[in-house]
C-alpha cells in the first residue's frame, strides 16, 4: 500500500514539474513575441505569469522592472525595485533605475539617499554630480558642495552629456565635466561664495566654450 502512495505522489509531483515548465516555456514564447511586436501590455502580463510560476526569485523581476522602466512608469518601476533591492542591495542598475524613479516621482529626499548609497558602490562622477544637484534641491548646501567638489576630482570617461533646457525651444547638450564645474557654481553662489562661483563658472565654459547658462551666470556676477 505505502508503495503505491509512494508511486501515485511521484507521479502527480512530476505532472505537476511538467505543467509548470509547459506554462514557462508558453509564457516565454508569449513574452517573445510580444516584446516582437511592442506589445508591452501582454509583455507585463507574460512577466507576472513567469514570476507567478517560477517564484519570488524569478529573474524576470529584474525584466518587469526594466520594461516598466523604459516605458516612464516610474511608479511601477519603484515599487518592482524596492521589493527586488531587498534581496539585491549591490545590484547598481537597479539601484540607478530606482533612484532615477525616486527623483521623477518628486521623492528628492529619497533619491538623494538612493544616489548616495549608489555612488559608495560606484564611486562615479555622475552619481556624484546627481546627488549634489538633489542635495541643492532640497537644500542642503553644505553636503551638496562637498559632494559637487567630489564629483569633479573622480575620473570622466569624456562620454557622457548632460542636457540643459535654455529656453523653451531650446536644449543644450553639455558634457558632464562641464555640467559639474556649472552645478559647483550654484551652489557656491548659494552659499555666497561669489569668488569661487565666478571660477567655476569660467572653468565651464573653457571646458564647453557654447555653454549658454553658464555664459549667462558668468555675465550676470560680473554686472553685479
Known amino acids: 500500500m505505502k508503495n503505491i502512495l509512494y508511486i501515485l505522489t511521484l507521479i502527480i509531483t512530476t505532472t505537476a514539474i511538467a505543467q509548470t515548465s509547459n506554462n514557462v516555456t508558453f509564457e516565454k514564447q508569449k513574452l517573445k513575441q510580444a516584446l516582437a511586436y511592442g ?3 501582454t509583455a507585463a502580463s507574460s512577466m507576472y505569469s513567469i514570476i507567478a510560476l517560477e517564484g519570488p526569485k524569478s529573474s524576470y523581476k529584474d525584466s ?3 520594461l516598466y522602466f523604459n516605458s516612464g512608469n ?3 518601476t519603484f515599487l518592482v525595485t524596492n521589493d527586488i533591492l531587498k534581496n539585491k542591495p549591490n545590484n547598481v542598475e537597479l539601484l540607478e533605475i530606482h ?3 525616486l527623483e521623477s516621482m518628486g521623492a528628492l529626499k529619497k533619491a538623494g539617499e538612493t544616489y548616495n548609497t549608489l555612488l559608495s558602490k560606484t ?3 555622475y552619481h556624484a554630480y546627481k546627488l549634489a544637484g538633489l542635495q541643492l534641491n532640497t537644500k542642503n548646501l553644505t553636503e551638496a558642495y562637498t559632494s559637487i567638489k567630489k564629483a ?3 575620473a570622466d570617461n569624456g562620454t557622457m552629456k548632460i542636457n540643459f533646457q535654455v529656453n523653451k525651444n531650446y536644449n543644450q547638450n553639455v558634457d558632464l565635466k562641464a555640467a559639474i564645474a556649472y552645478l559647483e557654481g550654484l551652489i557656491a553662489l548659494k552659499l555666497e ?5 565666478k571660477a567655476s563658472f569660467e572653468r565651464a565654459i ?3 566654450p557654447e555653454f549658454v547658462l553658464a555664459k549667462g551666470k558668468l555675465s550676470a556676477i560680473k554686472t553685479e
Open 74 to 76: 516610474y511608479v511601477s
Open 64 to 66: 518587469l522592472a526594466f
Open 39 to 41: 506589445d508591452k501590455v
Open 99 to 101: 533612484a532615477i524613479s
Open 206 to 208: 573653457k571646458i564647453f
Open 123 to 125: 564611486n562615479n562622477n
Open 193 to 197: 561664495k561669489t569668488d569661487e562661483a
Open 152 to 154: 569633479d576630482q573622480l
